[in-house]
């Protein structure tokens, strides 16, 4: 069975520019939440996403939004992306809402 | 707000021995459950075994194990006959009944030949 895959593994990107990550639950899991690590920290909290809807949030500004699709995929979208966005986002799935969560191997954005 | 605190930024243990990781964590809430993720240098996120705070009887995994302290909110991995592939970042991490997922700030283990 396919883990949790996010796309695309590597993107670099401009200031002020917009940018959108996309991530594929496991097979059956209908919950998603999104994190961001920064080199030589833990995950941050972004979203969590439970049958498409928003069931929470973590502390970062409204430039960034999330979604989920009646598929269980996910985006997270990153508006006038700042250099201090930089860092690894990870995805994670898990088939109901407070299980363990299963992650994929991130994509690593790089803001120029 | 739920805290987790790794107070431990660096481990190193000889290969065989064993080596305890400490964690913490601050909470008033009396569902969650409680992890501990690896991540090795390729980044990616493995768990490694997990406790559902309702139950008393400490989980393990193999040579992986944790002593869950519910009242003194404490959570530490064990690893016993430690692997040079056990090197890695450890993470702790707590999850609410709600869902959102709170980690530690890692400690970073190192096994010797």
């Known amino acids: 069975d396919a883990g949790v895959t996010q796309s695309p593994t590597h993107l670099i990107k401009t200031r002020g520019q917009h940018v959108t990550l996309r991530c594929s639950p496991i097979s059956g899991h209908k919950s998603v939440s999104w994190y961001q690590q920064v080199l030589g920290q833990g995950p941050q909290f972004i979203f969590q996403y439970y049958e498409k809807e928003e069931r929470g949030r973590g502390n970062f500004p409204d430039r960034f939004s999330a979604r989920q699709f009646p598929n269980y995929s996910s985006e997270l979208n990153v508006n006038a992306l700042l250099l201090g966005d930089s860092a690894l986002y990870l995805c994670?799935?898990?088939?109901?809402?407070?299980?363990?969560?299963?992650f994929g191997q991130g994509t690593r954005l790089t803001v120029v | 707000a739920q805290t987790v605190t790794q107070s431990q930024p660096e481990m190193s243990v000889q290969e065989a021995e064993t080596v305890t990781l400490s964690c913490t964590y601050d909470t008033s809430e009396s569902d969650y459950y409680l992890f501990w993720y690896k991540q090795p240098p390729s980044r990616q996120m493995i768990l490694v075994i997990r406790q559902e705070a309702y139950k008393q009887q400490n989980a393990t995994e193999n040579r992986f194990s944790v002593n869950f302290q519910k009242a003194a909110k404490s959570f530490s991995l064990k690893i016993s006959d430690s692997q040079l592939g056990d090197a890695a970042m450890y993470f702790c991490?707590?999850?609410?009944?709600?869902?959102?997922?709170?980690f530690g700030a890692g400690t970073r283990l190192t096994v010797k030949p």
């Open positions: 991490a707590y999850r609410s009944a709600r869902g959102d997922m709170r």
């Open positions: 994670a799935s898990s088939f109901i809402i407070s299980t363990e969560a299963f």
